[in-house]
C-alpha cells in the first residue's frame, strides 16, 4: 500500500530553536516549488543537526536540506524554504544537488534569521 502525503508540508512550521540553534526563512521565487534547497555550512562548521520543521527536510552525511513549498499566511501565498533548526553560524545555500551558491546567510541561536533567495 501507498501512503498519500500530499499535505505535508503545507501547514506550520515548526522551529526548534534556543541556545546554539536557529533557524532560517527564506523567501523564494515561484519557479522553484518543488526544488530542494541545501545549506553547507561555511568556515568549518560541523552541521550534526537536522530540521523536521514542514515535513519534507533530511539529513545526508552533514548537509540539512528543505523542500521549497508554496505555504499561505493572512490570505497571502508565499514560497518560501524553512530550515528550521540550524546551528550558529554561516552558511551557502544551493539547489541540490550540486547547483552554484546562491545565497549565504548567518544563522543565530535562539532567533529566525530571514533572506530572500535571487529572483524572488
Known sequence: MVEDNSHAGQGPVVLDIGGEIGALL???PAGLIGSEIE?????????????HGHGH???HGSLVHVGVLERSCDGAVHHTAVFGELPDGSYELYVRPDG???LTATVRGGTVTSERWPGS
Open 39 to 51: 545549506a553547507r555550512p561555511m568556515a568549518g562548521l560541523a552541521l550534526t543537526t537536522h530540521s
Open 100 to 102: 552554484p551558491v546562491q
Open 26 to 28: 527564506i523567501a523564494m
Open 57 to 59: 527536510s533530511h539529513s
